[in-house]
């Protein structure tokens, strides 16, 4: 994922990873927290050839949620 990092930074102020062990042999999860400024851009980013070619070879399947600080 560190080949994105300077796409990330076009849409995003911040971020943070963290990788779930899942208990299953040779499977983890990735969590990525994001304060994303550009939403549109970072749907570019998500979409491109290069991170659809990543998620394949990784089988790597991207769920989004949105959620709104409170505080």
């Not at 983890?28 to 304060?35: C, D, F, G, L, V």
């Not at 400024?37 to 491109?48: A, G, P, T, V, Y």
Request: hydrophobic fraction near 40%; charged fraction near 30%.
């Amino acid at each position: 994922m560190e080949k994105f990092t300077d796409e990330f930074k076009s849409a995003a102020s911040e971020w943070m990873c963290g990788v779930v062990n899942t208990n299953q042999e040779g499977v983890s999860k990735i969590i990525t927290i994001a304060n994303v400024l550009d939403e549109e851009r970072m749907n570019e980013i998500m979409s491109s050839p290069e991170m659809v070619e990543w998620d394949k070879a990784h089988n790597n399947t991207d769920i989004i949620y949105s959620m709104e600080r409170i505080n």
